[in-house]
């Protein structure tokens, strides 16, 4: 049996998409809107679809926020690596994220919170409430547990097949710490728990072919047919 180590919390969060959340109006009377660097979202549930995000209290995007109950989480692409940096080490206060990463504001559907036009999948959030965290020792936590009411989602068109998101057309950066950005690891494998899916049949030969460009690899899930993935085998149980 591997040896294992036990050890206590120190922020050794499991890889996950780093995400751009953008807040605030650009409306008069309010402050310009501001990009803020998320490395970990929490997606609860579904029903309601709600995600939530940890702000510190002394954020400027904090700020922001309760300013316009609003927020919307874009997904940077790896060439966006550079900008998704600078948004993370430089404050709303004193620079122009917007300007600096050369991003374009683009009006939401539902929220007053602009989208970044450059990111292929944005999702529009209200704030639905916000909970009140404590540290181990008993005193008030400097985060505070936003929880954002999912209400409108957009996607870059090469990215939707059958009117769904194929992640699997959207590159995004992961963050895995302590220390190295990361992509998305080739397929391994096919989701057969659930509904038929909008995947090719085949494996993943034929989905890695998309390092010859994201149109072909939506033309392959378009026109490959899905897995019947009926099982009848003895003791099997969906979940």
């Known amino acids: 049996m591997e040896p294992r180590v036990s ?3 120190k922020s050794n969060w499991w890889p996950a998409p780093v995400t751009l959340i953008t807040v605030g109006a650009d409306k008069p009377g309010f402050r310009k809107p501001n990009i803020w660097a998320v490395g970990v979202l929490g997606g609860p549930a579904d029903d309601p679809p709600i995600l939530t995000i940890s702000p510190r209290k002394i954020m400027y995007s904090y700020k922001l926020m309760q300013e316009v109950p609003q927020f919307v989480v874009n997904f940077p692409t790896p060439e966006m690596l550079r900008q998704m940096e600078f948004v993370g080490t430089h404050s709303g206060i004193e620079a122009d994220k ?3 990463c050369g991003f374009t504001p683009i009006p939401g559907k539902v929220v007053d919170v602009p989208l970044i036009a450059e990111c292929p999948v944005n999702i529009e959030c209200v704030i639905d409430r916000e909970i009140e965290l ?18 409108q989602v957009h996607a870059h ?3 939707v097949v059958n009117g769904t998101i194929q992640w699997d057309l959207v590159d995004t950066i992961i963050r895995s710490r302590p220390m190295t950005w990361r992509t998305v690891g080739p397929v391994i494998g096919y ?7 909008p995947k090719p049949e085949e494996a993943a030969e034929i989905v890695n072919s998309r390092v010859k460009g994201y149109e072909k690899l939506a033309d392959i899930i378009r026109a ?10 003895p003791g099997y149980k969906k979940d």
């Open 134 to 151: 404590t540290k181990e020792d008993g005193t008030d936590s400097d985060f505070v547990l936003v929880v954002g009411r999912i209400v």
């Open 191 to 197: 989701d057969a728990r659930k509904d038929p899916l």
């Open 224 to 233: 490959t047919p899905t897995q019947t993935q009926v099982r009848t085998d």
């Open 98 to 100: 917007w300007k600096n």
């Open 157 to 159: 068109e090469r990215c």
């Open 7 to 9: 050890m206590k919390w």
